[in-house]
């Protein structure tokens, strides 16, 4: 990624873990997401990067990443132990399933804007992977899951399903940071392809001009272009004074319609071709 991309995402974190959860049940959702608080309420007994000595010991490890440093302080200013959020994750209501994949993203979620793809994914467990890829099916942003280097790996690739996660999680400002980003990158690629095409059609037509004003002399030199018929010799002298113009711009000069223009040029460049025996 480019640095401006990698100070892309770590906005992007940073303004996750500004969220503060108005909901009890939220910010237990969320600390379940962050590997805070296990399944029954109470603190994890191994949070990854967190260490095994309770809240201090954690929050003293988690300095090595600010964002959650931050919210491993959520955990010690509301005491332990945690109530726990709902269990099931179909009767989980829809912002408790938010602020548990906020947490979880944080935790161990990547996001990659490398060149024109966008590519989200969390690493968990194997066994959680396939349960992971569930959930959000459930909530309506299926993803696929595979096991990768031990560990499974669950992934959206593609910038509209990032986007409708990023937006339900919360990441309001960084989301419409990466949507410029990304409508800039479309609209340069379509002007690369009309520059480029518009490069490749003006070249075609200078090597035409060139050809028709060769084939021009040719048939004058030889006394063959004052047999032809006055639409071809008018065409002729057309192209001669301005050899820059296009096809319509002739059969505008000379009161043709393009497909005549283009008839009289051809025949022009035939003839020059067949040689003075045509």
């Not at 899951?145 to 409708?164: D, F, I, Q, Y």
């Not at 113009?245 to 002739?250: N, S």
Request: with cysteine; hydrophobic share 45%.
């Amino acid at each position: 990624m480019t640095a401006a991309d990698r100070d892309l995402v770590t906005a992007l974190r940073a303004e996750l873990a500004a969220i503060e959860p108005t909901r009890t049940c939220d910010l237990a959702a969320e600390l379940r997401g962050l590997g805070l608080v296990d399944a029954e309420g109470g603190d994890a007994v191994a949070v990854r990067g967190f260490g095994t000595t309770g809240a201090g010991g954690r929050m003293a490890m988690a300095t090595r990443d600010p964002v959650l440093a931050r919210l491993a302080h959520r955990l010690a200013r509301h005491g332990r132990p945690f109530p726990s959020p709902e269990v099931d994750w179909g009767t989980m209501p829809e912002h408790c399933r938010m602020a548990y994949l906020r947490g979880l993203f944080l935790a161990r979620g990547s996001l990659s804007l490398a060149g024109a793809r966008t590519h989200l994914e969390f690493v968990v467990e194997v066994a959680e992977a396939p349960l992971l890829a569930r959930k959000l099916h459930a909530a309506g942003m299926p993803a696929s899951w595979r096991v990768r280097r031990g560990r499974g790996a669950v992934t959206w690739k593609g910038a509209e399903m990032v986007s409708l996660f990023l937006r339900r999680i919360g990441a309001g400002g960084a989301l419409l940071e990466l949507e410029a980003r990304q409508v800039s990158r479309a609209l340069r690629g379509e002007l690369n392809r009309i520059l480029n095409a518009e490069s490749s059609n003006l070249q075609r037509s200078v090597a035409a001009a060139g050809r028709q004003l060769a084939a021009i002399d040719l048939l004058e030199s030889d006394g063959r272009l004052a047999t032809q018929a006055y639409t071809v010799r008018m065409v002729a002298d057309a192209r001669r004074e301005t050899p820059e113009a296009t096809l319509a711009d002739l059969a505008e000069r000379v009161g043709l319609h393009r497909s005549g223009v283009q008839r009289a040029l051809e025949r022009i460049e035939r003839l020059a071709e067949l040689g003075t025996g045509g």
